[in-house]
Each structure stands twice: as structure tokens, then as C-alpha cells.
């Protein structure tokens, strides 16, 4: 059973503007909304890759009736915590020259009640099949060490997790051991003390020495450059699939999505790595934060070009 976490969901509305004129007037040309946060667009690509999953985490306010309303039409199976206040709205901007702009908003306070109600939830799915997705920020009130707690908890009933996080939280996480993770370029050179300038020599040095110190199964996604998997020795790069881009928003959630599902179903590595290519290039094809089909990945998947690292 996949268990996906969303603390701090979000309706993504992703609005498209020519050129975003910073200080100045902007007429937005289209609009849209998606029932989002990473969890939930794990849990939207695994429901659209023919799996099934249960989506957590809390949910507040008229934003979170409209999340639960959306996940409920595509008959996915949900179970959140309700707290007092609004989830958050994040505001995305895409300019015609593919400049992606986001806003993310901090998301409402959580008691400490309902933190607690939460982890009681998540202990009673904990079991030796259940792999739990721990993606995203978390809202105030919730302290950095959650997901390493979290960890630590479903781990002593032998329980998997797939951790997607950045900051503090990532660090925290990582003490704790994650199964799986799928940092961004970003994610992992912040955490070495780097900026995105870092190469792709000293990423390899460092994906391998997170690797060695936590023994988890690594996908580093590196947007437009494509991907480096570190899964037990099978270590490969694949290039980015040439896909028309839409909006890229998303895209880390169905390559965490894709890890799941190959967890679930057992596929092999290369397997898994061809699954996490094509589900996160069919995700950029799609406007907002919207997961790609099934036969969109299906087509994908003969695409994936494997290089040994
Ligand atoms: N412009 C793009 N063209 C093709 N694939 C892309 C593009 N941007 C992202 N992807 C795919 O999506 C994956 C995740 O994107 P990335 O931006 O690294 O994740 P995140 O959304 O977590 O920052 C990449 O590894 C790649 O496979
Ligand atoms: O919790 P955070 O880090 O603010 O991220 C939330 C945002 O990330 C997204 O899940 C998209 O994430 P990715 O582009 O990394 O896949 C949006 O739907 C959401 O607005």
C-alpha cells in the first residue's frame, strides 16, 4: 500500500502571462487550478498510471473542500486530518519563453493536536507493504525534524518511505535513513552548502556520499538535463526525453510517483529508471500541474535513453 503525506497541500493556480513585468501591470492570458502539493500530485500521477495509493496530511477551509472535491471525482481514496484556517494557494507564473515563476505560500498553523493525530494515523498504515511518501514543505507549527520522526516510527514496523523534501526538513530526514529519495539539483547542492552552479561531477560525489551514509535508493532529477539514479550499485544518467514543455510544475512529483509505483509493482532498476523518466517528461507536457496518461507514459518509456555512470 502506498501512504502519500501532504502537509501543506496547496491549490496551485498557474496563470500565463506574456513577459511578467516585475513592478508593473500584468494582464494574465489564462488561468488555471489544480488540487496540488506534492503528495497529492504523487498520489493524482499514481492514480493516472493505473495504481492506487491513500493521500494524507492536512487539509483546512473552502481550499481544502476544493482539494478533497477533486480527489473524491477521480474516486481516489483519501484520509486527511482538518484543521482550523485555509490551506494554501500557490501562485505559479509562466511566461511564453518557458521563465517559470512560483509562489508558495506558507500554508495555515498546525495544532499540536492535530500534528499528533496525524502521526497516529500514519502509525496504524504502517506495516511491512506500506511505503509512505513524505513530500514537500510542512506548515507552521510543524517542526523540521518531522519526517526524520516519521522515519524512525513507520521504520521500527517495517515500513518503506520515499522522501521528497528540501531544507532542514531533507536533513533532517536523511539522519533518520530514508528507502528512497528524490532530491532536485537544487535540493542536493543546498544540503552539501552549494548553489545550483555545482556540476555534474561533484552532484556525483555527492548523491554517492549520501548514498554510502544512508544506503537509499537516489534519484536525482536535474530538470531539463535529465536524471542521475543511484539504486544500489546499478548507478545511470539518462538525458532528458525531447518533450514539448508545457509547464514543468510537477514534474518531480510523477518522477516520485513513477518510484512508487515501481516499488509497488517490483519492477527491476531499469525498469524503474525508464518508468521515472517518462512519467516526469509526460508531466512537463501537460499544462498546470496535471499528470500525463498512462498512454502518454507508455509511448515514453521506449524513448528513455540509459547511459552507465
Ligand atoms: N524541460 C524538460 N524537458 C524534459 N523533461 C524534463 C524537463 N524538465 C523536467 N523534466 C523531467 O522531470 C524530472 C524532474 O524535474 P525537476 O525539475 O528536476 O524536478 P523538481 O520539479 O522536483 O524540481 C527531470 O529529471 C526530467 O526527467
Ligand atoms: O511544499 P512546497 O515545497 O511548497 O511545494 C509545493 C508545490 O510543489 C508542487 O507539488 C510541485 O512540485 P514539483 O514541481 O517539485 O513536482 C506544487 O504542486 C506545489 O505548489
Not at 510517483?257 to 521515472?276: G, N, P, Q, Y
Request: include cysteine; glycine fraction near 10%.
Amino acid at each position: 500500500m502506498i501512504i502519500t503525506v501532504t502537509m501543506n497541500p496547496a491549490v496551485d493556480k498557474t496563470v500565463s502571462v506574456g513577459t511578467l513585468a516585475r513592478g508593473g501591470l500584468n494582464r494574465v492570458r489564462h488561468v488555471e487550478y489544480d488540487a496540488g502539493g506534492k503528495g497529492i500530485n504523487v498520489s493524482r500521477t499514481i492514480r493516472e498510471l493505473g495504481s492506487s495509493s491513500i493521500a494524507t496530511g492536512f487539509l483546512g477551509g473552502n481550499n481544502g473542500r476544493a482539494i478533497a472535491a477533486a480527489l473524491l471525482e477521480k474516486e481516489m481514496e483519501t484520509d486527511f486530518v482538518w484543521v482550523d484556517g485555509e490551506t494554501r494557494t500557490n501562485t505559479k507564473i509562466c511566461e511564453e519563453n518557458g521563465a517559470l515563476t512560483e509562489l508558495n505560500e506558507p500554508g495555515p498553523f498546525v495544532s499540536g493536536e492535530k500534528q499528533r493525530e496525524l502521526l497516529q494515523k500514519l502509525e496504524r498504515y504502517a506495516k511491512e507493504d506500506t511505503l509512505f511518501v513524505l513530500s514537500g514543505s510542512v506548515p507552521a507549527g510543524v517542526k523540521p525534524d518531522i519526517y526524520g520522526n516519521i522515519i524512525r516510527m513507520v521504520h521500527q514496523k517495517g515500513a518503506s518511505v520515499l522522501l521528497d523534501a528540501d531544507g532542514e526538513l531533507f536533513k533532517n530526514a536523511l539522519a533518520a535513513g530514508p528507502d528512497m529519495m528524490k532530491p532536485n539539483r537544487m535540493e542536493l547542492a543546498q544540503y552539501a552548502g552549494r548553489d545550483d552552479r555545482i556540476s555534474d561531477e561533484e552532484l556525483l560525489k555527492i548523491a554517492g556520499a549520501v548514498q554510502k551514509q544512508n544506503a537509499g535508493k537516489i534519484a536525482l532529477s536535474m530538470g531539463a538535463d535529465g536524471a542521475m539514479f543511484f539504486l544500489g550499485d546499478y548507478r545511470v544518467k539518462c538525458p532528458a526525453l525531447p518533450v514539448k514543455v508545457q509547464s514543468t510544475v510537477g514534474a518531480g512529483d510523477a518522477m516520485a510517483a513513477a518510484l512508487a509505483c515501481a516499488w509497488s509493482a517490483k519492477c527491476d532498476v531499469e525498469e524503474t529508471v525508464r518508468l521515472c523518466m517518462a512519467a516526469s517528461a509526460g508531466a512537463v507536457t501537460t499544462t498546470g500541474t496535471k499528470p500525463p496518461s498512462r498512454e502518454l507514459v507508455e509511448n515514453l518509456l521506449k524513448q528513455v535513453v540509459i547511459e552507465k555512470l
